[in-house]
């Protein structure tokens, strides 16, 4: 009896060390990589000397191996890290001042994708969402923590389905704002609270959306009012309420609305219930030479054949408009679906379907579009065109491909054939580097980054990226500083929680029997 005793004690010891690693580890894993998972020390950052320069992507860890990992330099690294944003957080606070005007900071998250429950769903199904709830919030807890940004951004796909009716869409909301993004959506939990107090019902709520009204609205607005469109949300702002802790955006995805073949106004109308508009620009520092914009655009709804035409006629003259400001300034453009690229410069090549001339289980979706990976070639150069007019260098933040991708967009102008005037035509091509002159004459040595944001699903490591933008005098532009952060599947957070709570009950048993 007493070596049993002896080997449930081992047992439990070993247990414990095991769960006080595990949970160590889920609250300091920034620190692991702390190259990756924080913001540049401002007074050491060196501006670029060329244009070609001044976009940084950096992903790589600094200790990568198992044997980098062991070294008395790592442990150190880590320590130090712990000690300054866990232990003594005064020290990282005094880091973390910063000039927002000259030096805004951005936390991106990818495509979250919460999926819901049903009466029928299995119980182990429903504990996987509920915990899946629960991994993603603790991502966003630690890192906003870490780093209290300027702004977070979400890049679309919010939820996982955009055929679930609108009770259900309004509870897979409630679950995003309350779990997965805790008291950074002061604004939206104020409006989910006043729809479920206007339409109770016994099991939770029985939502419906006006999507007549938001239609009557639209249609009349793109057709006969177009000035009563409002785009424009402001200048210089940085939070949407005092109770704000930061500005957060909530992008729109293809799986929140669907793709334009399947996007009706009762999906626009949910959506701008819970998360506000999808097409807008937010302008900062207007008049001087470190302005930019936040240009907030439903990529979802910019080609066809849709199923509601009006929508996507709304989208264009968004981006009329914006044309139309001859804007001088630096241009951040935030779109769910990215721009055309040749395969293999990401993990999704081109890809866009239709429904089929057949397709008899929906007929009036026959020959309208399906899904897409990238936009078309017409639609990327016609949208950058609009946007990217200035010269200036910009950058362009995707979601959709839940591995993420960095490339370049450089320029080109050549002489139309055809035009008896000489006029010359601009196109964009993606790159893995920036070009230049001497290489390719018709290079007008314009550049656009764009980032796809890597998800932070856990089948992804639970990726958060980190954009930095620094004013450059030089150019009077901005040099971009991209991070790429990572956390751990989501079995090891599960592995954390059933640890803990293990430990837990064999403590409780050797208290009251051994």
């Not at 609270?193 to 939770?204: F, Q, T």
């Not at 090549?349 to 429904?355: A, C, E, K, N, V």
Request: include cysteine.
């Amino acid at each position: 009896m007493s070596k049993l005793r002896s080997i449930f004690k081992r047992f439990v010891n070993i247990a414990l060390v095991i769960s006080i690693l595990l949970r160590i580890y889920i609250h300091t894993y920034p620190s692991i990589t702390p190259e990756l998972c924080s913001w540049d020390d401002t007074k050491q950052f060196q501006n670029s000397e060329k244009i070609s320069d001044i976009f940084k992507i950096e992903k790589t860890p600094k200790f990568k191996s198992v044997k980098d990992k062991l070294s008395l330099q790592f442990l150190q690294s880590y320590l130090f890290d712990v000690y300054e944003n866990v232990i003594d957080r005064k020290v990282a606070e005094q880091k973390r001042k910063h000039d927002k005007y000259t030096n805004p900071r951005f936390l991106l998250f990818g495509d979250p994708q919460i999926k819901g429950n049903w009466k029928n769903t299995p119980l182990l199904k429903k504990l996987d969402t509920f915990g899946n709830d629960y991994y993603l919030g603790h991502i966003f807890s630690t890192m906003f923590k870490r780093l209290r940004p300027d702004f977070s951004i979400v890049m679309g796909d919010l939820v996982s389905s955009q055929w679930i009716p609108d009770d259900e869409f309004y509870n897979r909301t409630e679950r995003y704002i309350k779990r997965v993004f805790p008291g950074a959506m002061p604004l939206n939990l104020d409006r989910i609270e006043e729809l479920k107090s206007n339409n109770p019902a016994d099991d939770g709520i029985n939502y419906k959306t006006d999507w007549v009204k938001f239609a009557d609205k639209t249609i009349n607005a793109i057709n006969n009012d177009k000035e009563s469109l409002q785009f424009d949300m402001g200048n210089d702002v940085y939070k949407w309420t005092d109770e704000d802790s930061c500005l957060f955006i909530n992008m729109t995805g293809n799986h929140d609305i669907g793709y334009s073949g399947d996007i009706t106004y009762q999906h626009m109308s949910r959506f701008t219930d819970m998360f506000g508009k999808d097409n807008f620009v937010l302008h900062y520092n207007q008049g001087k030479p470190n302005s930019y914009r936040l240009v907030n655009l439903n990529s979802m709804l910019l080609e066809g054949p849709p199923l509601e035409s009006e929508l996507v006629s709304t989208t264009w003259e968004f981006l009329y408009q914006l044309f139309e400001e001859k804007f001088e300034g630096t241009t951040i453009l935030l779109q769910h679906i990215p721009m055309y690229k040749p395969n293999g410069l990401c993990a999704d090549g081109p890809d866009t379907r239709f429904y089929p001339n057949d397709y008899e289980k929906e007929p009036y979706k026959q020959g309208l579009m399906r899904s897409q990976n990238h936009l078309s070639v017409e639609t990327t150069d016609k949208v950058m065109n609009l946007l990217f007019h200035n010269g200036k260098p910009g950058i362009i933040l995707t979601g959709h491909d839940h591995y993420g991708c960095d490339v370049v967009y450089n320029r080109y102008t050549s002489k139309m054939k055809d035009n008896p005037d000489g006029l010359a035509i601009s196109h964009w091509k993606a790159s893995s580097k920036v070009d230049s002159k001497s290489n390719n004459k018709q290079f007008t040595g314009e550049v656009v980054q764009e980032i796809t944001v890597r998800s932070m699903m856990g089948d992804f490591d639970g990726a958060t990226g980190l954009l930095e933008m620094k004013f450059n005098e030089k150019f009077d532009s901005f040099d971009f500083v991209y991070k790429e952060c990572l956390f751990v599947v989501q079995h090891v957070w599960w592995a954390t929680m059933v640890s803990n709570i293990l430990v837990i009950f064999l403590l409780s048993i050797r208290t009251l029997f051994f």
